[in-house]
């Protein structure tokens, strides 16, 4: 091959280069291993955490059970080692499950449009203001302290440029769901969205319909955000929301230390034009058959440039595969009766406990922890090989002796019976 | 071949006076160009703009052409038939592919851009 | 009738909607150990939903085999060369994938006590340490969840950086052959754009260059090697005149797989640049995500980046949110961090000589395409190529979807723009002599049946299930969505 090109060396290849950008020295980063030392090394550092721990861990990630046939769909090499869809011809497999993916996001959120995936949902939140701004010609932001404190942070990292003013909004210290009298004061004609979570951070589920109706009233949009998507089996969709961004996580991705994920976005028809990310759209090829491919391409940074409607290239493809392949799996009566039984395990641990808020809750649930710390409690439950909940007071000061606890459907009763036990329940 | 009652601009844009109004569309050229016209945006009526603003864009599969007015005016119509239709612009640029009419502001203005003959001179050495 | 008359990747395959009969299931729930809960009891019944209209209703079997058709629909790395120019679709280990399903590391929450992710800490320190060498940077944040989120991550560094010293400034200038994500991450960052051009060589202009920096910018966005798979001689030039008017120096790390172990951008006046861990170091781009984009800086620029950053004590490693100069959180959580075990599994397979080797197979592979293919087609710019090579040709598209016909992905379609018919071909080290042979014959046939019978060209492809798609009507009224 040298010969063919020319070179009697791999290094007369860039030996073009200027002598000051070359680096003669040798990287140091040790010698190459092995395939088995590869893996056990990653075994060992799985070792040094948590293992085979129960967990009572919520707050935007959520373990749920993955099955099987997830991963086996998502190995294969024509998925796995495939790249974007652009070359519709030889890409079919992947758009066509990305149009189901958009059609399932479509039929659980009842929005018209939703788009291929975001990085997650803490990303799409930003994405899904900066629509609403685009679309309003207005540059307020007005969000719920109950929106997950992370998504807030990336949200204030995203719009700190954009001359954007990002006010926030209170809670009802009873309800736990969003305070109706401080969102009207946090509103005025320069908001272009409010957003709201539900359920929410705390677990509560809001009352959405009444949000709606109040930005509405002010010219705003709502931005519905989930980041438990099991609960969409059971809850009433965000019919009312203008626009939804949520976290897929739930479906299938494991909690990998918080990522990858996949956020989506969807929306109200006439949007679709200020949508960020990849569409796949229905057509037919030289044949009159039904085939997929990206579409609305225009939208895209690739071609619209600094006027695209995101910088967003890559996003979470075989995620959202993952995510499909589980509702496929789950379906209609699955995603219910799995909704039902996260909903029955936390009200079985929920009803014993003293809960901070009496807003109706899913899965999640606040709860005070008395004259105990939530520390001493949760070095208990380490002690059954339990991990126990987030103390809120990282996000939220006022909630001191407050703990964030989240059942799934992998809590068993008598883990859940050791968490009460351990708050003198 | 760009009619002659036309005028033209260098950003593909011609304009017909009929009374006080002009109405804009895309050159042939332009709709060549960009190839198979899947979008087009347009403002509302009673948008009031400047000579060589934005006024909208034409999509194609692959590429986005902002149109720039060529005269100064209120926006009295927009051409509807576009919005189901938009393959008229490449079927037929210079009659019911036209995009906006304007009420102008300054009757002069027309007269200043390019003739047919000037705009074909012109995407002769844009394009050699 | 009957409807199936031909063998499944060549069969038409309904959809999940449509396949759906009422009552089938894929899934087990174990029996409820808890007394169940009346849904509209709990919740209220306004916000208890009817059933969800057309969800699908198939079975496990009805689940593995669509999914199993569809796939034979897709072209793969697994299954030939995929020569998409700045993409880098080199083969992705297998061992990657295994290791990232290593129980402690697939099943640990972001919120678990730090010292029960004491393994996941050592990763991400072991990663950081590891791009910072090949890099030649001093700091490394793993957080963006891809390119692009890195590029927008390091403009907000850049204008943190000069806001600190008093003055954001206002434009940021982006070469005319730059990916679109850049312009646009600019603009997201709240910066202006200032394009400048690439000279005969496809190179950046350094006289117009000079020309452009002033006080007002505030940094220069540059890939390098270039989307021509140029390597941009001047760039420690670029970087003094940047520096000596006060801007800063980012570098689109998208083509660091032709520089790593043998170029370090840290060394030669780059201050910032992001790496894409999906392209470089191997992490499977899973038809279009999920990928990573770790953001690498010089000392000056560290008290800036996201929040959290890893720290280590005596008692162990932790998270540290009390970083006052941080742009914040870009993200929740802590990065892809499945896709960032990957990455390092990938690392410590090659080690420093092999990473260094791979680039030099890579340049290897590009150069030899290139002399095979130059007396066939033109080659866009004569500057010498490192990992990736570009030609020109009026029929790019049409001769892409031919290639489909032997065989192969087509090569990246009129990218870079400043290339009037870009024909942008990356082959990565991990192809043989042999694929590179049977990939340069599929075009240089291809050029001639260009002359001779133009219409099988304009027609390709022929060979897949699907013939060619109708984009345009796709786009003129666009159908999102399956309805009944």
Redesign the interface.
């Known amino acids: 091959m040298l010969d063919t090109i020319g070179a009697s060396t791999l290094e007369d290849l860039y030996s073009h280069l200027p002598e000051d950008v070359c680096f003669h020295g040798a990287l140091n980063i040790p010698a190459g291993k092995s395939e088995y030392e590869i893996v056990d090394y990653f075994r060992a550092r799985g070792l040094e955490n948590a293992n085979s721990h129960a967990n009572f861990l919520g707050a935007g990630v959520y373990h749920h059970y993955r099955p099987v046939l997830v991963d086996a769909v998502v190995s294969r090499g024509e998925f796995l080692t495939s790249y974007t869809p652009y070359q519709a011809e030889i890409s079919q497999g992947t758009l066509t499950a990305i149009f189901e993916f958009q059609t399932m996001i479509c039929q659980l959120t009842g929005m018209d449009v939703a788009n291929a995936s975001m990085y997650d949902g803490s990303t799409a939140v930003p994405e899904a203001a900066m629509m609403a701004m685009r679309i309003t010609g207005r540059d307020g932001i007005a969000v719920a302290r109950t929106v997950h404190p992370e998504y807030r942070e990336v949200l204030g990292t995203y719009t700190r440029h954009q001359s954007t003013l990002v006010t926030e909004f209170e809670y009802d210290p009873e309800s736990g769901q969003v305070d109706l009298e401080s969102l009207e004061q946090a509103l005025n004609e320069t908001t272009a969205a409010v957003i709201i979570q539900s359920p929410n951070f705390f677990g509560v589920v809001e009352n959405a319909k009444q949000v709606a109706e109040i930005a509405h009233a002010k010219g705003a949009l709502l931005v519905f955000v989930f980041t438990e998507a099991v609960s969409l089996g059971l809850l009433e969709p965000p019919r009312d929301a203008d626009i939804v961004a949520g976290e897929l996580q739930s479906f299938a991705i494991a909690p990998s230390y918080g990522g990858p994920f996949a956020g989506i976005i969807a929306c109200k028809e006439k949007y679709v034009r200020q949508l960020p990310g990849r569409l796949v759209g229905e057509t037919k090829d030289a044949n009159g058959n039904r085939a997929f491919c990206l579409t609305l391409a225009t939208r895209e940074q690739h071609i619209r440039r600094e006027k695209a409607t995101s910088n967003i290239c890559t996003n979470q493809a075989l995620i959202a595969l993952m995510a499909t392949v589980f509702m496929a799996l789950y379906g209609k009566q699955g995603l219910r009766e799995l909704a039902e039984q996260n909903l029955a395990k936390a009200h079985y641990l929920g009803e014993r406990l003293w809960r901070r808020f009496n807003g109706p809750y899913f899965n999640e649930f606040v709860a005070a922890t008395g004259v105990q710390s939530p520390d001493e409690i949760n070095r208990r439950l380490l002690g059954f090989q339990i991990v126990g909940g987030l103390p809120l007071d990282r996000f939220y000061p006022e909630l001191r002796n407050s703990v964030l606890l989240c059942c799934t459907e992998m809590a068993s009763r008598a883990d859940m019976d050791a968490v009460a036990e351990a708050f003198g329940a | 071949m760009d009619p002659e009652n036309l005028r033209y601009t260098k950003e593909h844009e011609w304009v017909r006076v009929e009374g006080d109004v002009g109405i804009i569309g895309i050159t042939s050229h332009a709709q060549s160009e960009l190839g198979?016209i899947?979008?087009v945006?347009l403002p509302k009526p009673g948008t009031v703009i400047q000579q060589g603003k934005t006024i909208g864009s034409v999509?194609?599969?692959?590429?986005?052409s902002d149109i720039y007015t060529p005269v100064s005016g209120e926006v009295v119509e927009v051409n509807g038939l576009l919005t189901e239709s938009?393959?008229t612009l490449n079927k037929d640029p210079y009659g019911t592919g036209w995009l906006v009419k304007i009420k102008l502001s300054d009757p002069g203005e027309p007269a200043k851009l390019l003739t047919a003959a000037e705009y074909q001179a012109f995407v002769g050495t844009e394009t050699s | 009738m009957i409807s199936k008359v031909r063998p499944h990747p060549t069969q038409n395959e309904s959809l999940l909607f449509e396949t759906s009969s009422p009552g089938k299931a894929g899934y087990q729930l174990p029996k409820l150990d808890v007394p169940p809960v009346d849904a509209r009891d709990a919740l209220g019944a306004q916000n208890v939903r009817q059933e969800i209209p057309d969800f699908p209703e198939v079975s496990e079997v009805d689940v593995i085999r669509h999914f199993t058709r569809l796939s034979t629909w897709n072209y793969a790395i697994d299954l030939g060369l995929y020569p998409l120019g700045s993409c880098t679709m080199k083969y992705n280990p297998r061992v990657n994938e295994a290791v990232a399903r290593t129980e402690g590391l697939m099943w640990i929450h972001p919120y678990q006590p730090d010292a029960l992710s004491q393994g996941a800490f050592a990763i991400l320190a072991e990663l950081e340490r590891a791009l910072a060498e090949i890099t030649g940077m001093d700091a490394v944040t793993l957080q963006p969840a891809a390119g692009a989120h890195g590029e927008l991550t390091g403009i907000l560094l850049v204008r943190a950086a000069l806001e600190a010293q008093g003055n954001a400034r206002k434009k940021v200038i982006v070469p005319d052959s730059a990916h679109g994500t850049n312009p646009a991450s600019v603009r997201m960052a709240g910066y202006e754009v200032v394009n400048v051009a690439s000279n005969d060589r496809g190179m950046l202009d350094v006289e117009a260059l000079v020309r452009t920096v002033d006080e007002d910018i505030a940094a220069i966005m540059i890939t390098n090697p270039n989307t021509l798979g140029v390597f941009e001689e001047h760039i420690a030039e670029v970087a003094r005149i940047l520096h000596s008017k006060g801007a800063l120096v980012y570098m689109d790390g998208a083509n660091m797989n032709a520089l790593a172990g043998i170029s370090r951008p840290g060394d030669y006046g780059v201050d910032l640049m992001h790496l894409n861990l999906h392209k470089t170091f191997s992490t499977p781009h899973g038809g279009g995500g999920p990928g990573s984009g770790p953001v690498a800086v010089k000392k000056p620029l560290e008290p800036f980046l996201p929040l959290p950053r890893l720290q280590h004590a005596p008692s162990g490693w932790s998270w540290n949110y009390d970083r006052p100069q941080s742009i914040g959180r870009v993200r929740a959580f802590y990065g892809n961090f499945g896709v960032l075990v990957r990455a390092l599994a990938y690392i410590m397979a090659h080690g420093g000589d092999g990473l260094n080797r791979a680039t030099l197979d890579a340049l290897l592979n590009a150069n030899y395409l290139r002399k095979l293919l130059e007396s066939h087609y033109e080659i866009a710019y004569h500057a010498p190529s490192m990992h990736e090579c570009v030609f020109r040709h009026a029929s790019n598209g049409a001769i892409a979807k031919r290639l489909i016909d032997y065989g192969f992905h087509p090569y990246t379609v009129s990218f870079p723009l400043i290339v009037h018919g870009a024909m942008m071909i990356e082959p990565t080290e991990t192809e043989s002599k042999q694929e590179l042979d049977l990939f340069a014959d599929a075009l240089v046939s291809i050029a001639q049946e260009v002359k001779e019978n133009p219409e099988l060209v304009s027609t390709a492809p022929h060979s897949t299930r699907t013939t060619k798609v109708d984009e345009v009507a796709a786009a003129r009224k666009p159908i999102l969505k399956w309805t009944r």
Request: hydrophobic share 35%.
């Open positions: 198979d899947v979008y945006d999509e194609s599969v692959k590429a986005v938009p393959e």
